[in-house]
């Protein structure tokens, strides 16, 4: 199946859904590594960067923000690691599965912002159309 | 670190089409951030011009964008007001002198003891300043100021939702200027305020008379310059490496903001300093190098050679709703949670800051006030000593030193101690200096007298080597 898995996470119960199916799927290849993509969107920096006492706490919030997703992963054993991305969410994730030539992305149907979704069309949405790869949207 | 090539010309494409949405959108707040100081556009845009310009060469964070900024020209208004535009090119020429020294001499270092309240006091009041400044501009004057004021409001927050590509502010700049020329309704416009050379800086020597006394004016003034400039950059830096995942090199920052004032200073500029908000919309408009800096910088100029006369014609309602826009987007709105949520002394130091900052107007004030407050708060807090104790062992929990000692003497001259022999445990304390060794010593009287025998166990061992220190000094007497 598929080697190297991408797993947009954001925080949300869907991320965490996605999460389990990335690691049923990962499971059936003994070589299999999901990449955990969190984006961390360019307005959250200057908020971030006033609240934090140092880069090394920022990136411990962060972290904290998919605590979730990072210990199914553990739990079930896959072999992970963890990327921030930053800018806007749907494009990052784009451009990094096609720059790094991910062989499948895995994302949640709808992530925090309910809203935006509804008025501008969902990350997912973006991300299905315009990645180069297979993608996995979960429900 | 990236190579020297790769800070240049590692993102050409990006860079050159950032650099241009960054000029657009430097010009009107170079212009307002004239006006607060005091002063012709033309001293805001050709500070802007050469910030950009030798930052670019000389800074130590590819993609910041320096220019004149309101927390600079907030300073700076007092100079001009009580002795006038030369005073200010001789301040600004010493306030880069100072950065330069502050960089040779690794200030940056210091900037971890500024404490996030204090940094979030300092956006804050800037924003709230920035407001306030443009408050004379709208207030009272007509319906139709209003009305503008509004449209500029509407229209910057609702185009990005439509048009991506070219900078809102620009669109309602461009479309209100018409509107307003060809209906004919009576605005004021930047033309009322100032006039707009088109026409590049020349280099010249600040008029005045090179004395002590032209010192002692403007010493105070260049310094507090000098620490604005570099808090709002090393807080700029550190976003800018945040957003783009890179690092830069902060004392390097501080030498080049140094130079680019110095340069600012001879060709007719005001004080200048890297921006949050135009280094994001630089970030977000794919710049990421030198280059984005440098093409903001002669574009801007540019732009002013071949559009001065149309510039003077923009209406100051506009202008005025796009810096309302700007203080709401360097307002941290984060800060109402945090102070509920932030410990007690954090949000007093953040209030602090911000009430002393609207209060002088200097933000270097506010700032030092805020250092300082947090400072006493913090030796306030470690400087508490409790004892607990489990039969005849005492646990020290905290700090032993000269500020701290009271507490640990009192607790053994008040307390009754049953025991004819006691532990203190040092497993959860440190002594630091003279003061704690001898507080010991006299806690260790005291109960003599008591005739109660003690015993100092679990002690670290740098504890150890100033008591043996301290201990073999009086002995030798």
């Known amino acids: 199946m598929y080697k190297h898995i991408l797993l947009a996470a954001d925080g949300s119960e869907n991320a965490a859904r996605a999460a389990k199916e990335a690691i049923k799927i990962a499971s059936c290849r003994k070589d299999s590594m999901i990449e955990v993509a969190y984006v961390v969107d360019f307005d959250q920096s200057k908020t971030d960067v006033l609240h934090s006492g140092s880069s090394e706490a920022i990136n411990l ?22 990327t921030f991305l930053h800018g806007t969410p749907g ?21 925090l912002n309910g809203l935006q979704e509804m008025v501008l069309g969902s990350v997912s949405h973006k991300v299905m159309k315009r990645v180069n790869c297979p993608a996995l949207i979960v429900k | 670190m990236q190579s020297l090539k790769q800070q240049w010309f590692g993102n050409i494409r990006g860079d050159i089409l950032s650099g241009i949405v960054v000029a657009l959108a430097l010009i009107p707040e170079a212009i307002a951030f004239s006006i607060i100081a005091g ?33 600079m020209a907030l300073v700076m208004v007092p100079l001009i007001k009580d002795y006038g535009l030369e005073y200010l090119f001789a301040a600004t020429l010493l306030t880069g002198v100072i950065q330069i020294l502050f960089g040779v001499l690794k200030v940056a270092r210091l900037m971890k003891f500024i404490p996030n309240a204090v940094m979030i006091g300092f956006v804050n009041s800037l924003a709230i ?12 004057i007509s319906t139709m100021t209003y009305i503008f004021v509004g449209i500029t409001l509407l229209l910057v927050y609702t185009l990005p939702r439509f048009i991506k590509v070219i900078p809102a502010p620009l669109i309602a700049i461009i479309s209100l200027t018409i509107v307003a020329i060809f209906s004919g309704v009576n605005l004021r416009t930047i033309g009322d305020l100032g006039t707009i050379t088109q026409s590049l800086p020349t280099f010249m020597i600040p008029d005045v008379p090179f004395s002590l006394e032209t010192l002692k004016i403007i010493f105070p003034f260049s310094l507090s310059l000098a620490i604005v400039g570099l808090v709002e950059s090393l807080l700029t830096s550190q976003i800018v490496d945040d957003m783009t995942g890179t690092e830069s090199n902060k004392n390097q920052e501080a030498r ?4 680019a004032n110095i340069v600012t200073g001879f060709f007719g500029g005001m004080a200048g300093c890297a921006m949050i908000g135009q280094s994001v919309i630089n970030v977000k408009s794919g710049g990421r190098g030198r280059l984005s800096t440098l093409i903001a910088g002669l574009f801007l100029m540019f732009l002013i050679l071949v559009l001065g006369d149309l510039v003077v014609k923009i209406p100051m309602p506009v202008l005025v709703g796009i810096m309302i826009m700007v203080c709401i987007g360097t307002f941290d709105w984060a800060s109402f949670k945090y102070l509920v949520k932030a410990p007690r002394t954090d949000a007093i130091v ?42 005849n062992r005492y646990y020290v929990n905290g700090q032993l030193f000269f500020a701290s000692t009271d507490s640990f003497i009192d607790f053994f001259k008040y307390n009754e101690i049953n025991s004819k022999s006691i532990l203190i445990d040092f ?18 009287e005291l109960l003599k007298e008591k005739n109660i025998h003690i015993e100092v166990v679990e002690l670290d061992s740098s504890s150890k080597k100033i008591i043996s220190r301290l201990e073999g000094a009086t002995s030798s007497h």
């Open chain 2, 39 to 71: 002063v012709d556009p033309m001293v805001g845009l050709y500070a802007s011009f050469t910030m950009a310009v030798i930052i670019a060469f000389a800074g130590g964070r590819p993609g910041m964008i320096s220019a004149a900024t309101g927390a």
């Open chain 2, 129 to 140: 300043l920035i407001f306030m400044a443009q408050v004379p501009h709208f207030i009272g």
């Open chain 1, 91 to 111: 494009l990052e994730i784009v451009n990094y599965a096609n720059e790094q030539q991910v062989e499948l992305v895995v994302i949640g149907s709808r992530g």
């Open chain 2, 256 to 259: 080049g903001q140094g130079i």
């Open chain 2, 350 to 391: 953040m209030l602090t800051t911000v009430v002393i900052v609207v209060w002088t107007h200097d933000l270097s004030k506010g700032v030092i006030a805020g250092v300082i407050l947090s400072a006493v708060f913090f030796v306030v807090k470690i400087s508490s000593v409790s004892i607990t104790h489990e039969d």
């Open chain 2, 427 to 444: 497993s959860n304390s440190r002594i630091w200096d003279e003061s704690g060794v001898g507080a010991l010593l006299k806690v260790k």
């Open chain 1, 61 to 82: 919030e962060r972290r904290k923000k998919i605590v979730k997703v990072e210990q199914l992963l553990k739990d079930s054993g896959v072999s992970y690691k963890v």
